[in-house]
Structure formats: C-alpha cells, structure tokens
C-alpha cells in the first residue's frame, strides 16, 4: 500500500528542497513529534467533568439565577441580581482555602443522592439580607464581618430554604432532587464534608442586593453526583426540557399561577387633614372627600398600578365597585408590578 503523508511530513520535505538540504536525511517521524501538541495533565489533579457536563451544569444554574433573583427581589422588596460568573472543578480544600472566616456556610443534604454539598454566602450578602428583612436600607451592612446570631441565623435559614426550592426546580429535567438544609456554620474549618483531595464543581453566583454586591457559591463534591453524572449532557438536558412541555405540566402551572394573591383596591378620592384628626376617627365618622361626587367614577388599582375605571355601589350587603372601562396605556400588568406587592 502506498505511503500517505501528513502535512507536517509534506511541509518537512518543501522546507528541505528551498534550502538545499538532502531529503534522506530528514526523519519525518522526529516532526510529526515536535509538530504533536501536548496536553498537560495533572495527576494529582484529574478532572471528573467534562466540558460538556460544565455547561450543562452552568444552563441549569442560569435557570437557578434567574428564579433566586425574582424570589428573593419580591421578598426583600428592593432590586436584586443573580448570575453564574463560572463553573470550575477544583479541590475541596482549595474551594475552603478560598471561604473568608467567619462566612455563611449552609450544609444542604443532596437527597436522594447520597453526601451533602455546601451553598456559600459572602458575609456582605448575608447582612444585607438580615438588615432588609429586620426593616433597614441594608446600605451599612456591608461593611460588617462577625458571626451570626442566634436570631439572625433563624431568619437566614429562611432564606437558604426559598433558595433551596429554587434549586430543586432548576435540577428537575434530571433527577428529583430534594435538597434539604441541615445546619449552617460560620467557620469553614469545621465544613469538612470529603477528603480534602476530592474533586468538587463550584457554581460562582455573582449576587447584588441593592447596593451591594458579593458572592454565592455552590459547591457540589464530585462523589455526590457521581450516580447521575452520565445525566449532565447537553443532549439529555434538552430531551428532558422537550418532555417536559406537555399539556399535564401547563395545566399544573395554571393551577399555581391561579393561586397567587393580588392586592386589588378602589380609590374613592382624597382629602388632606391633620393627623390628630385621622387618630380620632371611628366608625360612623363622615369623611368629606375632596372634589369627589356620589355619582363620580373611581379609579381601581392592581398591585401598585391603575387599571380600571368603575362605578361604585352595593352588592347584596357588601360594598362593591363595576368595572365601566379600561385605562388606556395601563393594560399590562408585568411580573415586577406583582412582586412589589407580594408578600
């Protein structure tokens, strides 16, 4: 059989007839070797996920991102933002190494998988939450670094645990998984889940609260997903999110959206007065409203947004408004004029 040549066989021989030089001596396999580009590999380091699994698992943390964004913005009433900045394989003692002390430290049981992984909350992140939640602005609490109380570690566990139910939903085109939370520790010293050698992912969540931005990590040790690790391709994320969109899963997520409570209120008029007169009111006062006549239209709001035009008037024994007309421009209620009055 005929010899084929490799190109870095064929540029040898170009290169040897421009400068003269005899093709006998030429070894072409000397060139195929210093042409051959070598990838370093590290032992003591070995990768357990492929790229392909990397970005898969970075989708589905985007999807995670963005839900953990409008639930914790409707519950902390002010703007907050939630991104994946990257997804690596490291060391478990790197990854602690890389935690301040004293930080949030939430130890989250990965059930049904076997083993635990670790949801890291920059100290910024958490007071600013804690402060947002207790009625401040969050702008001061920043700058604090100390261990958690008692009671603010309470109010943070309700936090991890809407976070948890975001995740759930995120992982659910490849396994059901239940991740529960089991303590919450502020020492990264005693977060010891695996050996320190063993190889773990790190979700990097860019996260700003108002004002003030840090980091959430997620870290997951490679033994935990070991049995579903096959799961985490591309190909099989995209077949679960096709099956997925059946009419079974639409007619559940009607039946959520259905249940969801939206504040609606009818705007009478206004009247300006003091407030010792306001403290003084009780039932059967008259409150004389301002340029506003019996048989005047009033204004009905959703949310924080005005709607409708109505009539009001009674209904059986209860007071009631009928909707006469739409307010033009005001049609569409978006999902941040709900989450700005829900509770």
Not at 67 to 80: F, G, I, M, N, W
Not at 95 to 101: G, L
Not at 319 to 341: R, S
Request: glycine letters at 4%.
């Amino acid at each position: 059989m005929t010899e084929v040549l490799s190109q870095s066989e064929i540029d040898a021989l170009l290169n040897a007839i421009s400068s003269g030089e005899s093709i006998d001596n030429i070894d072409t396999k000397k060139v195929e070797v210093e042409n051959r580009k070598i990838k370093m590999y590290d032992f003591k380091r070995p990768d357990k996920f492929s790229k392909d699994q990397i970005r898969t698992l970075q989708m589905m943390h985007e999807n995670f991102a963005r839900v953990t964004t409008t639930s914790l913005s409707a519950q902390l009433r002010t703007l907050v933002g939630v991104h994946v900045a990257s997804v690596d394989q490291l060391t478990y003692e790197e990854f602690i190494r890389s935690v301040s002390n004293p930080s949030t430290l939430a130890i989250i049981s990965m059930d049904p998988l076997k083993g635990s992984a670790i949801l890291e909350i920059d100290p910024s992140i958490t007071f600013t939450i804690i402060d947002r939640l207790f009625g401040g602005q969050g702008e001061n609490a920043k700058n604090i670094n100390r261990e958690l109380t008692d009671i603010e570690i309470s109010v943070i566990e309700g936090i991890i645990v809407r976070i948890l139910g975001n995740l759930r939903e995120a992982w659910n085109n490849v396994i059901d998984l239940r991740p529960r939370l089991g303590s919450i520790e502020t020492n990264p010293q005693f977060a010891q889940m695996v050996h320190p050698n063993d190889m773990v992912v790190l979700i990097t969540l860019e996260t700003k609260v108002a004002d003030v931005e840090g980091m959430m990590n997620f870290c997951i040790p490679y033994i935990t997903i070991e049995p579903i690790i096959s799961k985490f391709s591309a190909t099989y994320w995209y077949a679960s999110v096709r099956r997925g969109n059946t009419s079974e899963n639409l007619k559940i997520f009607k039946d959520k959206l259905q249940n969801i409570f939206v504040e609606v209120s009818a705007e009478l008029g206004e009247i300006t007065t003091s407030l010792d007169n306001i403290v003084n009111l009780k039932k059967g006062d008259v409150v004389k409203l301002v340029d506003t006549k019996i048989t005047d239209t009033v204004t009905l709001k959703i949310g924080n947004k005005k709607k409708f035009i109505c009539r009001p008037g009674i209904s059986g024994n209860n007071m009631a408004v009928q909707i006469t007309d739409l307010i033009e421009g005001e049609a569409d209620i978006t999902e941040e004029d709900l989450l700005k009055e829900e509770d």
